[in-house]
């Protein structure tokens, strides 16, 4: 029997390109970049192969739209909602959270993190996604330590906290049994109690 071919919806542009985001990023979290193919995105997104073209101009500008996409929505689980900076407790748990830690998510950062070395417009999108990322963990160090009239580095303590939280999902990402989120979470706020005295007020 012969299979069907696939039944092509009509959306708005915006909608397609989340579309094909979300079916390059299934793939990625499937089978790693091997499996970033045009096939396999249009057969995911049930697109066809021009669309890709027609919205990102290549399959390596969609990549590097996945990479956005995916530090969109990191900044968006740690972002307050109000304007301010994050809340630096609230913060930390949110890096350590099941919506964070999800093993699709992590294998597809996993391709992601191999390809930044080799491929510059990814690795300028790192470099741009990188700095807000860095930015607004440095906004909340501050804003939890002029309060308490304590001196710190906010840039450079942000960069340690965010190299640690690398660390703790490239572990879950290899082996989820070895370290549970609540050893995580306690290990990343050790790292600012450390600096910064006890979290709580």
């Known amino acids: 029997m012969q299979a069907s071919a ?16 979300a079916a390059g990023l299934a793939c ?3 089978g790693g970049l091997p499996a970033f193919t045009v096939d396999n995105i249009c057969t995911e ?3 066809s192969r021009g ?3 027609h919205h990102f101009g290549s399959k390596d500008a969609l990549l590097t ?5 995916m530090y969109d929505r990191t900044l968006a689980r740690i972002a307050p909602g109000t304007g ?4 630096l407790p609230a913060l930390i748990e949110a890096v350590t959270s099941s919506e964070i830690l999800e093993r699709e998510a992590l294998r597809a950062w996993l391709a992601l993190w191999g390809e930044v070395a080799v491929n510059p417009d990814l690795r300028a999108a790192h470099r ?15 804003a939890h330590a ?10 450079e303590l942000a960069v340690m906290f965010i190299s640690l939280v690398d660390g703790l999902w490239l572990e879950w990402a290899i082996d989820p049994d070895r370290l549970s989120a609540d050893a995580a979470l306690a290990m990343c706020q050790r790292l600012f109690e450390e600096q910064l005295g006890p979290l709580s007020p």
């Not at 696939?6 to 985001?21: C, H, N, Q, V």
């Not at 739209?65 to 996409?69: L, Q």
């Not at 301010?84 to 809340?87: A, E, F, L, T, V």
């Open 128 to 142: 741009r996604n990188y700095g807000l990322y860095k930015d607004r963990i440095a906004a909340a160090i501050m």
């Open 51 to 53: 669309l890709i073209t």
């Open 45 to 47: 997104a049930g697109a």
């Open 146 to 155: 002029e309060p308490r009239n304590l001196s710190v580095d906010a840039d």
């Open 84 to 87: 301010g900076p994050p809340d």
């Open 28 to 30: 990625l979290a499937r």
């Open 6 to 21: 696939p039944r092509f919806r009509r959306l708005s542009g915006d909608d397609r390109r989340a579309e094909l985001i």
């Open 65 to 69: 739209a996945v990479y956005s996409a």
